[in-house]
């Protein structure tokens, strides 16, 4: 085959690439010229080749042009192919659909693939993933929500070495044996601790309770936004049909009763697209790295806008059901923010969800011997058990 008709179907296998939705042809189009010259280079070229240029890209192509190919060159191409019809690379992973799947040997667990607007936060393409999560549970309760039809599922995010707090908190207002005319379930997620005396621990409570979901991130502070994809990631990967879902902290108290009347209330209208807590409108980000506040510094690197879109605080919030699926997706085609309540946000953002202000999340603790207080959705800044018992025997006996 002379150059000028090589060129021609190479030029007819580009075309027919783009036709199938190739975003990376730019990639593709460097492997073929790599192609062209290797072929003119070491006379490898055949006359099989004309037909597998001109057959359409899909799959299987890679496969079926191993042969005339050299192997090298094929596997260039598969691994520009794999974001082409869900291909993934020849590394173990296969295709379903939106999520990616790994095999046992791999630390990802699943990535789906999100869809969404245009957003500042650093992607260049709406279904892009600058934020993979490519963490997987190593404790977990798949069953937990299984033929429970359930109304509202609470995720308290805690720390591994925080027993105290999730016990008070299984013995107020996460009690499973409360009784509610609706189900109402609750688990708490974790990170990876590496201390083994924590994680030993960890175990004996899951054992015991069956409530404990982790994931293999380290838990930390600047962990907080991982966590909060954990969650996002669990409730929609295993309790899909709850009708709300509360993110909440292990220092919140919840007046669970008050929490539920008030969602079985919410007109039909508001139970769709919803998320609502205790929302901040135009703060701004600190940029102070030495000052009182450089916990929460953040450079112009990092986050340039001088504003944060609007969003709920951190401590509590609670989203209708079908808000929680593509606020887990979107968040993989957002630029990682360690602040997660802003980060939360800028997923909102993206979504073209406008996050509600609801005054019965406190940001500040309740006073624990009044009615009052307590008979608030939630309240922050609980921090020990004896805080949480308080609060309970006074909603309990007085109010």
């Known amino acids: 085959m002379n150059r000028g008709k090589l060129r021609v179907t190479l030029k007819l296998m580009f075309l027919v690439c783009v036709s199938a939705g190739c975003f990376h042809m730019y990639l593709l189009r460097r492997h073929l010229h ?28 890679t496969d079926d042009i191993r042969g005339p190919l050299t ?42 693939v999100a869809r969404g607007n245009a ?16 963490y997987r549970f190593v404790r977990n309760h798949p069953g937990k929500c299984a033929g429970k039809n359930v109304f509202l599922l609470v995720i308290v995010t805690s720390s591994p070495n925080n027993h105290a707090q999730r016990h008070a908190i299984r013995h107020t207002w996460g009690n499973a044996t409360l009784r509610h005319d609706v189900n109402v379930v609750t688990v708490f997620a974790v990170g990876r601790t590496d201390d083994a ?42 309790c899909p049909g709850a009708k709300f879902v ?3 902290d292990d220092d919140t108290f919840v007046n ?36 009182k506040q450089k ?16 969003y709920p605080c951190g401590f509590a919030y609670v989203m209708s059901g079908d808000v929680v699926r593509p606020l887990y997706e979107v968040s993989l085609t957002v630029k990682y923010l360690f602040l997660e309540d802003a980060y939360v946000g800028l997923c909102l953002e993206k979504l073209g969800i406008e996050p509600a202000h609801q005054p019965g999340f406190r940001i500040y603790k309740a006073q624990t011997n009044s009615c009052t207080s307590v008979k608030e959705l939630a309240s922050h800044w609980f921090k020990t058990p004896e805080d949480m018992f308080r609060a309970w025997n006074v909603l309990s006996k007085r109010c």
Request: include cysteine; charge should be positive; proline fraction near 5%.
């Open 256 to 291: 669970i009763y008050s929490l539920v009347r008030y969602l079985k209330h919410l007109p039909a209208s508001n139970t769709t697209k919803l998320l609502m807590g205790h929302v901040f409108s135009g703060a701004q980000p600190i940029r102070d790295s030495v000052g």
């Open 119 to 134: 957003s500042e936060s650093g992607s260049e393409s709406d279904s892009l993933i600058v934020n993979p999560h490519p």
């Open 34 to 61: 790599r192609l062209e010259r290797r072929r003119e280079l070491k006379g490898r070229l055949t006359p099989d080749t004309k037909d597998d240029v001109r057959r359409p890209l899909t799959s299987g192509t």
């Open 71 to 112: 192997s090298d060159i094929a596997d260039d191409v598969r691994g520009e192919l794999h974001h082409v019809e869900g291909l993934a690379p020849a590394s173990g992973v296969r295709t379903s659909g939106r999520t990616l799947h790994a095999d046992s040997k791999s630390r990802v667990s699943e990535v789906p």
């Open 295 to 310: 916990k929460w510094y953040l450079s112009k690197e990092d986050y340039s806008r001088e504003t944060f879109p609007k």
């Open 246 to 248: 509360m993110k909440a």
């Open 197 to 238: 005396a924590t994680q030993r621990g960890l175990d004996y409570e899951n054992r015991v309770q069956k409530d404990i979901i982790q994931e293999d991130f380290v838990d930390s502070y600047r962990n907080l936004t991982l966590k909060t994809v954990m969650c996002l990631k669990w409730a929609s990967e295993f």
